[in-house]
T-cell receptor
């Protein structure tokens, strides 16, 4: 089966610019996760979707980050405006059912200059 | 609150020798425990999980992990390490009643030929 797809793989922007990341989960996986992985740290959950509803967004910096999963399949994570400390790898994962092992995409490496 | 500790930033072993990567956890209820591996510029790859049952769990690529409730540990082991096992390993935990997964900071494993 196809894995979790993410694009772009790399992105370089200047601070205060906006950026968007796309994720396509494994077919049939109702639960989708966005993580932020800062160099030298483990992934930190930003937001979790169950179908197109938000389950947990308690660690999402809502003043600048937003995410949506309109049709319960693909998802987009946006940062506007970006800060230097947003430089990280953004990982998308999916699972079925929720709470089972998660399957991760290759990630998007964001560099904010 | 749930948390994971990986006390070693780095583990170095010779090829053919046993490999152990340590993990301790803290949850309020019953733990669901996971190990993931990350190769350079790749997403996380699921290795194995403990939900319930036998304390010794076998996973992918010859890895296994032992759940020890009294010591709140879930150490990853491989009897004979390969150079290709060199990667970043993450332990993760969630509480039985919560879908949120918490990751450790990771342990870099280097297997020398």
């Amino acid at each position: 089966e196809a894995g979790v797809a993410q694009s772009p793989r790399y992105k370089i922007i200047e601070k205060r610019q906006s950026v968007a990341f796309w994720c396509n989960p494994i077919s049939g996986h109702a639960t989708l996760y966005w993580y932020q992985q800062i160099l030298g740290q483990g992934p930190k959950l930003l937001i979790q979707f169950q179908n197109n509803g938000v389950v947990d967004d308690s660690q999402l910096p809502k003043d600048r980050f937003s995410a949506e999963r309109l049709k319960g399949v693909d998802s987009t994570l946006k940062i506007q405006p970006a800060k230097l400390e947003d430089s990280a790898v953004y990982l998308c994962a999916s699972s079925f059912p929720a709470g089972n092992e998660q399957f991760f995409g290759p990630g998007t490496r964001l560099t904010v200059l | 609150a749930q948390s994971v500790a990986q006390p070693e930033d780095q583990v170095n072993v010779a090829e053919g020798n046993p490999l152990t990567v340590k993990c301790t956890y803290s949850v309020s209820g019953n733990p669901y425990l996971f190990w993931y591996v990350q190769y350079p510029n790749r997403g996380l790859q699921f290795l194995l999980k403990y939900i319930t049952g036998d304390n010794l769990v076998k996973g992918s690529y010859g890895f296994e992990a032992e759940f020890n409730k009294s010591q709140t540990s879930f150490h990853l082991k491989k009897p004979s390490a390969l150079v290709s096992d060199s990667a970043l390993y993450f332990c993760a935990v969630r509480d039985e009643g919560d879908y949120k997964l918490s990751f450790g900071a990771g342990t870099t494993v280097t297997v020398r030929a």
